[in-house]
């Protein structure tokens, strides 16, 4: 643990993937502190529902900027585009855009499983080496990340996903060693099973979900108290804990 990232005079921030539940609920905490936003979403229209929605309710300068995580020769122009908006380089940006297949259609079809790996890695890794770039050259700013318990370790139910979400935790942790110096706070989110659009219809095990606002709240309060990584719930640390330290002879047998 380190010191609140959230300390700062700047109250400005990015949130990427802005029209999902989740994300929509992390800028709702963010604007109940005074925070200025961008909400960026390839659903453009939706986000703008959401940012006007933001503004009215907390009273706090909230925009609407389209975006595509895998149009990469757009992130640049983009980052630009919030500079102006904000009229200052933007304190952190938090990273809520994914996309997940369904496993037996990803291994069937390769767009599937390549919109998978474009949208959760190579797209995360496009736009947030120039928001780290951008912070380092100032020395300060924070990057929060929505990776996955997923990514802990791969198993047939969803190991496309779930390689894409490891290669983004991996990441984000070679972020935090890089930006450490520069006093920029990386935070890695591992969420198990949220209440959201992506888990529509898929039966989930109750006592395990988080709801959108459990979710933004536990996410908030790891950034102030300065955490490297926080699972979501709180007991997904333990149970992957477990899942990670089951031998490989026993675990390619299971049916997890
Ligand atoms: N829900 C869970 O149980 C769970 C568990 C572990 C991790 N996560 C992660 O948590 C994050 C938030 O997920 P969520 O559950 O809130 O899912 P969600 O509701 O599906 O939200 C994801 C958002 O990302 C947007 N998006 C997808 N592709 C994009 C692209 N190319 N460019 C820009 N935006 C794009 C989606 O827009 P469209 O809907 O218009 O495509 C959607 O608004 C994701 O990174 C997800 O992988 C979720």
Request: charged fraction near 20%; include cysteine.
């Amino acid at each position: 643990m380190g010191r609140n990232p959230l300390d700062s005079a700047n109250k400005t921030a990015v949130i990427l993937g802005a029209a999902s539940t989740v994300a929509r609920s992390i800028a709702m905490e963010f604007a109940r502190g005074g925070y200025a936003l961008v909400l960026a979403d390839c659903d453009h229209e939706e986000t703008a529902r959401i940012a006007a929605d933001v503004a009215l309710r907390f009273d706090v300068a909230c925009h609407a900027v389209p975006f595509d995580a895998t149009a990469y020769c757009t992130h640049r122009p983009f980052l630009e585009e919030c500079r102006r908006i904000l009229g200052v380089e933007p304190q952190g940006v938090v990273l809520c855009f994914g996309y997940m297949p369904e496993q037996r259609e990803a291994q069937e079809d390769f767009a599937k499983a390549q919109r998978a790996i474009d949208t959760n890695l190579t797209g995360a890794i496009s736009v947030l080496e120039l928001f780290a770039s951008a912070f380092e050259a100032r020395r300060g700013g924070f990057i929060v990340g929505l990776s996955s318990v997923a990514g802990d370790r791969g198993r047939k139910a969803n190991y496309i996903y779930g390689a894409a979400k490891a290669g983004l935790t991996c990441f984000l942790s070679g972020l935090r060693n890089r930006l450490h110096t520069a006093g920029v706070h990386v935070l890695t989110v591992k969420p198990g099973f949220m209440d959201t659009k992506m888990t529509y219809g898929m039966p989930l095990p109750g006592p395990l979900v988080a709801s959108p606002g459990q979710a933004a709240r536990a996410i908030v309060r790891a950034l102030r108290k300065g955490k490297d990584e926080v699972y979501v719930r709180f007991f997904w640390r333990y149970i992957m804990l477990i899942i990670r330290n089951i031998p490989e002879w026993q675990f390619k047998k299971m049916n997890i």
